[in-house]
Antibody, heavy 121, light 110 residues
Framework: QVQLVQSGAEVVRPGASMKVSCKASGYTFTGYYMYWVRQAPGQGLEWMGWINPNSGGTKFAQKFEGRVTMTRDTSISTAYMELNGLKSDDTAVYYC??????????????WGQGTLVTVSS | QSALTQPASVSGSPGQSITISCTGTSGDVGSYNYVSWYQQRPGKAPKLMIYDVIIRPSGLPNRFSGSKSGNTASLTISGLQAEDEGDYYCSSYRGSGTLVFGGGTKVTVL
């Protein structure tokens, strides 16, 4: 079955970086856009950006421009999201989610299980 | 970037119908038929309920339906059941490869 499995929870220091992985299985990894969405504790969903696993092309929400990097390794069907300059309000659950074959296809299914990143000194 | 506007909470009795609205602008909901809805239960990842305004993923009960009028999209749940409780989020394409989520609506079954 189509599945996304994310890396485990992290605790990181303010100012540091974090990198979350998202391993895909059950479908052709390069055929679907991969999105990243985060959710702060008790808050709503926030779109961060996407990567086209076929070309490596990316698009980020303006809020994260300059601070986020999204990459992929097609040999192991894995997408990565790295966020730099972490602050306390970056504490959140980070999700990867499979999109469609175009960046306009924003029906995300499935989602990864989520990765809790806690920014704390 | 402003989020789409959703009511904070909606409630209904079992068997009733409820509708959750999602109001955007002419730059997102009003311009594109790329609106999705997600259900999220506590401690779980979101689940896709509707995409492209009206399309239900296979296997989803037809009690869930989507629609759009102008800058407002809506999700209707007919024959409300206890298992429908949770948070519901809309999202819309916003052009230039970007998208935006709504603030979320808590659905309570009385």
């Amino acid at each position: 079955q189509v599945q996304l499995v994310q890396s485990g929870a992290e605790v990181v220091r303010p100012g540091a970086s974090m990198k979350v992985s998202c391993k895909a299985s059950g479908y052709t990894f390069t055929g679907y856009y991969m999105y990243w969405v985060r959710q702060a504790p008790g808050q709503g969903l926030e779109w961060m950006g996407w990567i086209n696993p076929n070309s490596g092309g990316t698009k980020f929400a303006q809020k994260f421009e300059g601070r986020v990097t999204m990459t992929r390794d097609t040999s192991i069907s894995t997408a990565y999201m790295e966020l730099n300059g972490l602050k306390s309000d970056d504490t959140a659950v980070y999700y990867c989610a499979r999109g469609g074959s175009s960046y306009r296809n924003i029906g995300f299914d499935p989602w990864g299980q989520g990765t809790l990143v806690t920014v704390s000194s | 970037q402003s989020a789409l506007t959703q009511p904070a909470s909606v409630s209904g009795s079992p068997g009733q119908s409820i509708t959750i609205s999602c109001t955007g602008t002419s730059g997102d909901v009003g311009s594109y038929n790329y609106v999705s809805w997600y259900q999220q239960r506590p401690g779980k990842a979101p689940k896709l309920m509707i995409y492209d305004v009206i399309i239900r993923p296979s296997g989803l009960p037809n009690r869930f339906s989507g629609s759009k009028s102008g800058n407002t999209a809506s999700l209707t749940i007919s024959g409300l059941q206890a298992e429908d409780e949770g948070d519901y989020y809309c999202s819309s394409y916003r052009g230039s490869g970007t998208l935006v989520f709504g603030g979320g609506t808590k659905v309570t079954v009385l």
